[in-house]
């Protein structure tokens, strides 16, 4: 059964297949995709990172890496910018850049999400068609990556989670996370964080936070929307509800926090789209 769903074999120890989806343990988590692969990893107690590899010319390649050590109070970044060059405050990181990803890696992690590839360009039903809350997850699940001359921004959404890494130089505004999202009629729901590097200037802001629970037992949220007004913006114990601020067929925009929105458009531009 699981042979329906091989999509394309690498040379790995053992000559194994490999399926595109995520791959975890106790101190790492991969996202394999046929562009991309996303890394998590805990280095120890007290230090742990993101990386991201993008294919080019049939290997994956690291554009971007940072790294948080706790102990210290240092965030740690470097990645490749649009002309080609490298950015970032750690030398060390910087020569790490370009560097093959080892598949043999995936061979002590656990699969425990399928990804399924679909064409980029696929259409996507309007709201009228499929409602407010499928058009969340299905507008956006998949990738979209975009390099500046100064930052670097991938986001990636799965059936069950959300991935997020951003590289800005600009007051070294680094944000790496991992969480799940549940969305429904009235908006989305957004929780179970369990890996988080926040990084922006002296971290002085309440936003600046810095965690890292991989292998943990991720548990999907629940959230009764019922009582939530248009245009609000629902902070719990367990996360955060951005409700509908309005909608057309073709966009929906939700509610953040303050003056914060986050749009949502049917025809976005994507690296990879999943089914």
Not at 5 to 33: D, M, N, P, Q
Not at 53 to 61: A, K, L, P, T, V
Not at 145 to 159: K, P, Q, V, Y
Not at 265 to 275: D, G, P, S, T
Request: proline fraction near 3%; hydrophobic fraction near 35%.
């Amino acid at each position: 059964m699981i042979g329906l769903y091989i999509l394309l074999t690498f040379k790995l120890l053992g000559g194994i297949c490999l399926i595109y989806g995520v791959y975890t343990s106790e101190h790492r988590e991969l996202i394999v995709t046929p562009k991309t692969v996303l890394d998590f990893y805990r280095l120890n107690d007290h230090c742990f990172g993101s990386a991201l590899y993008n294919r080019d010319c049939g290997e994956m390649h690291l554009i971007g890496v940072c790294e948080r050590d706790q102990l210290a109070k240092v965030t740690i970044y470097a990645f490749i910018n649009a002309e080609k060059a490298a950015l970032g405050n750690d030398k060390d990181l910087k020569q790490k850049l370009g560097k093959c990803f080892n598949f043999d890696d995936l061979t002590s992690l656990k699969q425990s999400e399928i990804i399924k590839p679909v064409p980029a360009d696929q259409s996507m039903p309007t709201v009228s068609d499929a409602g407010i809350g499928k058009c969340l997850k299905l507008w956006k699940l998949g990738n979209a990556l975009e390099i500046f001359d100064d930052a670097l921004e991938f986001t990636m959404n799965t059936n069950k989670f959300k991935y997020v890494f951003i590289l800005r130089a600009s007051n070294d505004d680094i944000y790496c996370g991992a969480s799940v999202t549940v969305p429904c009629e009235n908006g989305l729901f957004g929780g179970s964080q369990y890996f988080r590097i926040r990084n922006f200037y002296d971290n002085s802001l309440p936003f600046c936070r810095f965690s890292c629970e991989l292998g943990s037992n991720i548990t999907i949220p629940t959230f009764d929307s019922s009582g939530c007004a248009s245009g609000t913006c629902q902070t719990t114990d367990d996360g955060i509800f951005w409700s509908v601020k309005r909608s057309t067929d073709d966009e929906i925009i939700l509610q953040g926090c303050g003056d914060d929105e986050y749009p949502y458009f049917r025809n976005l531009q994507m690296n990879e789209r999943f089914e």
